[in-house]
Nanobody, 126 residues
Framework: QVQPVESGGGLVQPGGSLRLSCASS????????VGWFRQAPGKEREFVAA?????????YYADSVKGRFSMSKDTATRTVNLQMDGLTPEDTAVYYC??????????????????WGQGTQVTVSS
């Protein structure tokens, strides 16, 4: 089965950008939805962005990142990317890539995913 592995986290100044990548160390993401979630210290894990790997379906974004983050897939490298622009300290969190087969009503929720990566730290600070 799929096993997401995140990369690309790091320290960035406010207003800066980072690109996270999510690759599967197992099966490809075909047939799955791939979601990005984040968890800050003391807070619940929250939805960031998600899309199904296959098809031309909708990419979903949390209101907090809409217009700043962009999710895409690279079929050549079989990875999912999250381009994060205009980062603020409030974006500081561990970012997780997850895979699952959610119905539409759960594609933007934690419960829609059952396979999780280990996370990559994103710190936005001056």
């Amino acid at each position: 089965q799929v096993q997401p592995v995140e990369s690309g986290g790091g320290l960035v100044q406010p207003g800066g950008s980072l690109r996270l990548s999510c690759a599967s160390s197992g099966d490809t993401f075909v047939g799955y939805a791939v979601g990005w979630f984040r968890q800050a210290p003391g807070k619940e894990r929250e939805f960031v962005a998600a899309r199904r790997w296959s098809g031309g379906g909708t990419t979903y974004y949390a209101d907090s990142v809409k217009g700043r983050f962009s999710m895409s897939k690279d079929t050549a490298t079989r990875t999912v990317n999250l381009q994060m622009d205009g980062l603020t300290p409030e974006d500081t969190a561990v970012y997780y890539c997850a895979a699952g087969r959610p119905i539409i009503s759960t594609i933007t929720t934690v419960r829609g995913y059952n396979i999780w990566g280990q996370g990559t730290q994103v710190t936005v600070s001056s």
